[in-house]
Nanobody
């Protein structure tokens, strides 16, 4: 059974920074994709950033140059460094792990950016 646990959410003022972490445990295939998605109230869940176990990254245009995804494969942990936060970044942030065509999700962590 695969489990993902996120941490690092909270309240921050516009222009501030936060760092999210997501640790995966269980039977995990070493070749995988880990990433972050977010869902604001009344909106669909959207991609923020992903990173393969080989190091390839993908970012939403709205977060490029502000957010940085990284991972520690030995720890099955993915991070999201968020800088220059904006009120429109306010959302629940979810961690996702994908391998063998299966998606595993974390429980989500709230990020609130005040103006």
């Amino acid at each position: 059974q695969v489990r993902l646990v996120e941490s690092g959410g909270g309240l921050v003022q516009a222009g501030g920074s936060l760092r999210l972490s997501c640790a995966a445990s269980g039977s995990i295939f070493k070749i995988n994709v880990m990433g972050w998605y977010r869902q604001a109230p009344g909106k669909q869940r959207e991609l923020v950033a992903t990173m393969t176990s080989g190091g390839s990254t993908n970012y939403a245009d709205s977060v490029k140059a502000r957010f940085t995804i990284s991972r520690d494969n030995a720890k099955n942990t993915v991070y999201l460094q968020m800088n220059s936060l904006k009120p429109e970044d306010t959302a629940v942030y979810y961690c996702k792990l994908n391998f063998w065509g299966n998606d595993y999700w974390g429980q989500g962590t709230q990020i609130t950016v005040s103006s």
